[in-house]
């Protein structure tokens, strides 16, 4: 049974950085590909980052290209997201996802796409 976990939210300041991990037992997952998305109160979910091809092509949204990076670490089956210069609009609940099928870049950021999902970890962005 594959399981997903996620730590490392909390509440910081805009500017601020944040790192956020997804731990996944159940099954070795270097060759699935992986996500981040996010869902603001009153909003849908929405894609933040994906990485694929074990590691070595990733996607990022536009709204955080440039300040966030994922990161995945194959043989601790984990995937990270680095969160800098953090914005109140950053606050949400993110979420890891996971399927073992290889996406493309058309289909990385459907939500649909993904079998296994974390519980989610809260990050709040405010001074």
């Known amino acids: 049974q594959v399981q997903l976990a996620e730590s490392g939210g909390g509440l910081v300041r805009p500017g601020n950085s944040l790192t956020l991990s997804c731990a996944v037992s159940g099954r070795t997952v270097s060759r699935w590909t992986m996500a981040w998305f996010r869902q603001a109160p009153g909003k849908e979910r929405e894609f933040v980052a994906g990485?694929?091809?074990?590691?070595?092509?990733?996607h990022h949204a536009d709204s955080v290209k440039g300040r966030f990076t994922i990161f995945r670490d194959n043989p601790k089956n984990m995937v990270t997201l680095q969160m800098n210069s953090l914005k109140p609009e950053d606050t949400a609940v993110y979420y890891c996802?996971?399927?073992?099928?290889?996406?493309?870049?058309?289909?990385?950021?459907?939500?649909?796409?993904?079998?296994?999902w974390g519980q989610g970890t809260q990050v709040t962005v405010s001074s």
């Open positions: 990485t694929r091809m074990s590691g070595s092509l990733t």
């Open positions: 996802a996971a399927t073992a099928r290889g996406l493309i870049a058309s289909t990385i950021r459907q939500m649909n796409e993904y079998e296994y």
